[in-house]
């Protein structure tokens, strides 16, 4: 089974940083984009930032700046480096791929991690 793990949230106060890691793993024949999305009760999710297999990046405003997303080929894996961190930048953070997989047969579509929660207190 193809899966995306995220790990690395947790509670920090306004001004502080934390770096948000997801793996993909499981029958992967490549990945094309790789993003992280966030959402808050009784809000839709929205988009954080967003990186393709060719190295172009594309972040929300809200978080330009302040955030840096990046891929480790290697290893399938995305990070997210978060500094300046605010308190509406809490939400649970949702790791994104567009993966070409075996599930049995050859597909491509949109996986999604489980999600980590990022809580930034003032």
């Known amino acids: 089974q193809v899966q995306l793990v995220e790990s690395g949230g947790g509670l920090v106060q306004a001004g502080g940083s934390l770096r948000l890691s997801c793996a993909a793993s499981?029958?992967?024949?490549?990945?094309?984009?790789m993003g992280w999305y966030r959402q808050t009760p009784g809000k839709q999710r929205e988009l954080v930032a967003t990186t393709t297999s060719g190295g172009s990046t594309n972040y929300a405003d809200p978080v330009k700046g302040r955030f840096t997303i990046s891929r480790d080929y290697a290893k399938n894996t995305v990070y997210l480096q978060m500094f300046s961190l605010k308190p509406e930048d809490t939400a649970v953070y949702y790791c994104n791929a567009r993966m070409l997989v075996i599930t049995p047969t050859l597909l491509e579509r949109d996986y999604w991690g489980q999600g980590t929660q990022v809580t930034v207190s003032s």
């Open positions: 499981g029958s992967i024949v490549s990945i094309n984009t």
